[in-house]
Nanobody, 126 residues
């Protein structure tokens, strides 16, 4: 069973930039999709960006034009580049191989339907 280990996150002022990383072990994104989700307090787990293993990418309207999903050429590490961040981007961000819609919670998903990273807090101040 593989793992996803996240890094990055932290605090940033509105209008700034931040990059989140997601490194896979025991598998690569060559044959797995990669999705980024986020969950703010009192909110659902929101899917915000997907990169299918075919290379097709998609973004939620809330981040389109500001966030970019990418991967290293070796397909072991994926990234979420966050630009022009807003206070409403404040949330815990998760990467996963599971591609789905909104979930009640990003955490505690287990690994049967996909691998999840441990989460990274992003706080945007105005």
């Amino acid at each position: 069973e593989g793992r996803l280990v996240q890094s990055g996150g932290g605090s940033v002022q509105a209008g700034g930039s931040l990059r989140l990383s997601c490194t896979a072990s025991e598998f690569t994104f060559e044959d797995h999709d990669m999705a980024w989700y986020r969950q703010a307090p009192e909110s659902q787990c929101e899917p915000i960006s997907i990169r299918e293993h075919s290379g097709r990418e998609s973004y939620a309207d809330s981040v389109k034009g500001r966030f970019t999903i990418s991967q290293d050429s070796d397909k072991k590490t994926g990234y979420l580049e966050m630009n022009n961040v807003k206070p409403e981007d404040t949330a815990t961000y998760y990467c996963s191989t599971r591609v789905t819609g909104y979930l009640y919670s990003c955490s505690g998903q287990g690994s049967v339907l996909g691998v999840w990273g441990q989460g990274a807090q992003v706080t945007v101040s105005s």
